[in-house]
């Protein structure tokens, strides 16, 4: 497995052994301890799986009061997965990172907490894995604007995504609540 800080150090691209032939591969796609040994936390209490097709957006979720670390990954099909910082306290506060992952090159993402986090699909479907280290609480979740200027990400759209009523209203940076 080979772990790489991206651009927000805390942000890690994962990419596992495959070991593969004529017959198909193999993937550890979690090991507590290779996980452990790269900061990534052993402790998972939800595995979420969602199936979405093209130019769908998904976030930039995030929780407050029972924040997530999330390991990232797709089965099937492509994603842009992106992370924002939204910890008061960090240099990159407001700051963004962003990877593709998908079913061929079997990356993975950790995100961790105090991040917002949300994907775009950019092929025909897509079905994303993900471990939660807290579980899912609506009362607790909030909704980071995809589109805040002052954050700026630069999504791979060439129209404006697909979105849920919850993702269409979220907040900007500048009212959004965020972490210490």
Do not use: C
């Amino acid at each position: 497995m080979k772990v790489t800080a991206t651009a927000i150090s805390d942000v890690k691209l994962i990419e596992p052994a495959v070991f593969g032939d004529e017959r198909g591969f193999f993937l550890e796609s979690w090991n507590a301890r290779e996980f452990a040994a790269a900061g990534i936390p052993d402790t998972f209490v939800q595995d979420n799986h969602s199936r979405s097709v093209q130019n769908v957006l998904r976030g930039l979720h995030y929780q407050i009061g029972q924040p997530q670390g999330k390991l990232v990954r797709v089965i099937s099909g492509e994603v842009f997965d992106v992370a924002v910082d939204l910890r008061r306290s960090s240099p990159s506060f407001g700051k963004w990172v962003g990877a593709t992952l998908s079913a061929e090159n079997k990356r993975m993402v950790w995100v961790p907490e105090g991040f917002a986090h949300a994907f775009l699909v950019t092929s025909a479907i897509a079905e994303v894995l993900y471990k939660t280290t807290d579980y899912w609480a609506p009362e607790l979740e909030r909704t980071l604007a995809w589109d805040d200027p002052s954050v700026a990400i630069n999504w791979p759209l060439s129209e404006t995504p697909a979105l849920s009523k919850k993702d269409t209203a979220g907040a900007s940076l500048a009212d959004a609540e965020t972490y210490a």
